[in-house]
């Protein structure tokens, strides 16, 4: 999700109403030959339009709980960072994953998948956004690219963990391959709190385009004025596990699934003239199988190659539309065990040759 590579994005046509037209009228769109029999996007996107947000009330019932439990565990974690710090650290973990719960909901909304046009839900989730480092501009900017570019080796956005192929590699420079081998190392996950959050969607984009970007700046001062504000009130402890812990915890578990979600053994390129929305969600995109309570806690964005075939479907129906369809039901799969996630990060290439990820010591052979 940290993009080391130069040149300027802000011409590319990522802003959301742009994005909405294309997948939406992806009938309209050449569709590429899919294996087996499986159907056209035009017939899939139709079908999948059936699991789209139908009751607002549902939505507002998951946004207020959710949100309510994450204020009650963050303050939780941060009194207990004062009074007995070994006891905080289990529910700073806790929070952490409410936050990234929250977070799904932030994203739907970002997408239009749930509260669309509701005023007083974008005040909630512009405020959330500025405070976990993801504000709405700039996130949107680097999402929606991601959902109309996965599955292309292109050059990435800010936030997006870029692709190259063995030619590529081989081309390039011994900077240009330093640059990527950071760009997607474990420990650019491990510190996404500072490396994607804090560096590569605020500072950097604000200083890159502060006038468009205003918002980054307003993230980055809002949560720093919290973290300050924390301490100098409560105390350094409560700071630090109220606040900076659970944001820890939070920012690399998201760096984590949304790399796995589609850098894993058995994903697919397309070639530019063949890609379609459809083939970069069935084949680009992963089934990431958490379990219940994980699914739970990360609002089911393991159901992922679903959202990326229609991103109005709200979270909490995406498990419906997997059952439904029965083209969704057999995606690649990634069991994010120990053994799993080694190998997404040793396969750093695309082989076009072979039509499989590489890694880059077969491409020095």
């Known amino acids: 999700m940290l993009n080391l590579g130069n040149g300027d ?4 046509p990522c802003l959301c109403d742009a994005f909405d037209h294309t997948l939406m009228n992806a009938s309209a769109s050449p569709v590429s030959a899919v294996a087996g029999d499986r159907r056209d996007g035009a017939l899939l996107m139709k079908e999948s339009r059936a699991f789209e947000e139908v009751s607002r009330a549902a939505s507002w019932v998951r946004l207020l709980s959710t949100y309510g439990l994450m204020l009650a565990a963050l303050a939780l974690s941060g009194a207990l960072g004062v009074w007995y710090w070994p006891a905080a650290i289990p529910v700073a973990a806790l929070a952490g994953l409410l936050v990234v719960r929250a977070f799904i909901l932030y994203h739907d909304f970002l997408h239009g998948a749930i509260l669309r046009g509701s005023r007083f839900a974008r005040v909630i989730f512009t405020l959330y956004g500025w405070l976990v480092l993801t504000p709405p501009e700039a996130w949107r900017r680097s999402h929606n690219h991601h959902h109309g570019h996965v599955g292309k080796i ?7 963990f870029p692709l190259m192929t063995i030619e590529q590699w081989q081309r390039a420079s011994a900077w240009e391959r330093l640059k990527y081998r950071i760009s997607r190392h474990p420990l650019i996950i491990l510190f996404a709190y500072g490396t994607i959050f804090g560096w590569s969607l605020c500072l950097r984009t604000f200083i890159r385009n ?13 949560h720093a004025g919290l973290v300050v504000a924390v301490w100098s009130l409560v105390g350094f402890g409560s700071a630090l596990f109220g606040v900076m812990l659970p944001m820890a915890v939070a920012t690399a578990l998201g760096g984590l699934l949304f790399f796995l979600q589609h850098s894993f053994d058995g994903a697919h390129v397309h070639h530019p003239d ?13 089934y990431l199988d958490l379990g219940p309570v994980m699914h739970w806690f990360t609002g089911n964005i393991g159901y992922h190659h679903v959202h990326h075939l229609n991103h109005r479907i709200p979270f909490y129906r995406l498990p419906q539309a997997m059952k439904a369809i029965p083209e969704l039901q057999s995606p690649p799969t990634v069991r994010p065990r120990v053994r799993e ?16 990820m590489a890694s880059i010591r077969e491409a020095a052979r």
């Open 210 to 222: 502060p006038k468009r970007y205003w918002g980054s700046g307003v993230a980055l001062l809002m």
């Open 341 to 356: 996630i080694a190998m997404a990060f040793h396969l750093n290439l695309w082989d076009p040759a072979r039509e499989r």
């Open 9 to 12: 994005h802000r011409a590319r």
């Open 274 to 286: 063949e890609w379609t929305f459809h083939d970069a969600a069935l084949d680009s995109s992963s």
């Open 154 to 160: 292109e050059d990435a956005c800010p936030g997006e």
